[in-house]
């Protein structure tokens, strides 16, 4: 145990010797954060909206009262036809147009030239015009009733950083040991070889786990998402999470005999699969069929899936149990394959 130990606390140095990665590692994150949070946001803000009326009615004046108390939509103007409304958006003077009608019927006209913020505008007028006298609407927004964005973007930060920085470190420091060809040396120490990839792993292990707790600080505290599930359960489905993407990194090791290699395969291989699959920025359930064959195989979906009902819905464990049997399965298939990829190795 004290030569384990010495393993661990010689790969913990070499980390911390190398301020610039430390740097990288743990500002991505709180960059990322911030990015997120408040630059790259789906939210909707300062919607500039036109009223089509001919009478401003008590209903009118309730939807014009509304819509201005609210900070998603902007009252430019008012228009007597939808003519000249259409005109407006035409020219880029407005983004939508609430029309009145005689018959109490509300019509929205709105931009189409970006059809995922049309809707979305269109979402939030609904919502806030709903339950409004006459109107037929009654809707109620659970768990993200400001339909924030970092709602949704947190849990899946979580997921793709703790997936690069797991599986690509482990991979890259691995790969570094047998390119400068020191890994013979420690393969033939008195500690077995597999308690030298275990010591190798533990200093990263811990680094995802100051880096788990920085990422959720943020998000409580800086972001204002709230950690409604049970802080128990968090951690430990994002243990397994970690777990699972270090037997990725090993993995991964094992295949690369360069630094250069083992970078561009995690890219390659962990990069654009988290980004475009996992259903951190597109919904799993609206992609092709056949990228949805390819969306099951990729771990963080089902970990962005259990992070955001524990933390924004707040469910308990039972809600999240498939999702953690998923991931429970692939890090034992991938941490036996890594390991036996290893032991072949080292046998020839």
């Given amino acids: 145990m004290k ?12 980390i911390l010797r190398d301020k610039r990665t430390m740097l990288i590692l743990f500002g991505m994150p709180v960059v990322m954060m911030l990015l997120f949070g408040f630059a790259i946001t789906t939210d909707v803000k300062n919607v500039r909206t036109v009223l089509v009326t001919s009478e401003m009615s008590p209903r ?4 014009v ?18 003519q000249e409304a259409e005109r407006l958006i035409r020219s880029q ?8 009608t005689q018959n109490r019927v509300m019509q929205m006209m709105v931009d189409g030239s970006d059809p995922n913020m049309a809707t979305q505008w269109t979402n939030y007028a609904q919502g806030v015009l709903a339950n409004m006298q006459g109107s ?24 793709m950083l703790l997936m690069l920085i797991c599986a690509m470190m482990t991979s890259i420091s691995i790969v570094r040991e047998k390119e400068k060809g020191t890994m013979e040396i420690l393969l033939v120490s008195p500690v077995k070889p597999l ?3 275990i010591a190798k792993a533990v200093p990263y292990l811990v680094l995802a786990f100051a880096i788990l707790i920085t990422i959720l600080l943020m998000a409580r505290f800086v972001l204002g ?13 994002s243990t397994l999470y970690i777990l699972l993407a270090l037997s990725l990194g090993l993995l991964i090791s094992n295949v690369a005999q360069t630094q250069l290699v083992a970078l561009l395969m995690s890219a390659m291989v962990l990069l654009m699969p988290v980004v475009m699959l996992s259903g951190m920025l597109f919904p799993v359930e609206s992609m092709p069929q056949v990228l949805q064959w390819l969306a099951a195989v990729v771990p963080p979906r089902y970990y962005i899936e259990a992070m955001r009902k524990l933390m924004i819905m707040g469910v308990g464990f039972g809600e999240v149990a498939r999702e953690v049997a998923v991931l429970a399965g692939m890090t034992v298939v991938l941490l036996a394959i890594a390991l036996k990829k290893f032991d072949v190795r080292l046998r020839w």
């Fill in 60 to 63: 009118t004046q309730q939807a």
């Fill in 93 to 100: 003077q407005a983004d939508m147009a609430l029309v009145f």
């Fill in 3 to 14: 030569q384990f130990i010495a393993f661990v606390i010689k790969e913990t140095k070499h």
């Fill in 195 to 197: 308690m030298v990839i």
């Fill in 65 to 82: 009262e509304r819509l201005a108390q609210s900070e998603y939509f902007i009252i430019t103007q008012t228009v007597n036809t939808p």
């Fill in 136 to 159: 037929m609407v009654n809707s109620k927004m659970l768990h993200n009733p400001q339909m924030r964005s970092a709602y949704n973007f947190v849990p899946a930060i979580m997921g």
């Fill in 225 to 237: 998402v709230p950690l409604a599930g049970s802080l128990f359960w968090i951690l430990a489905v």
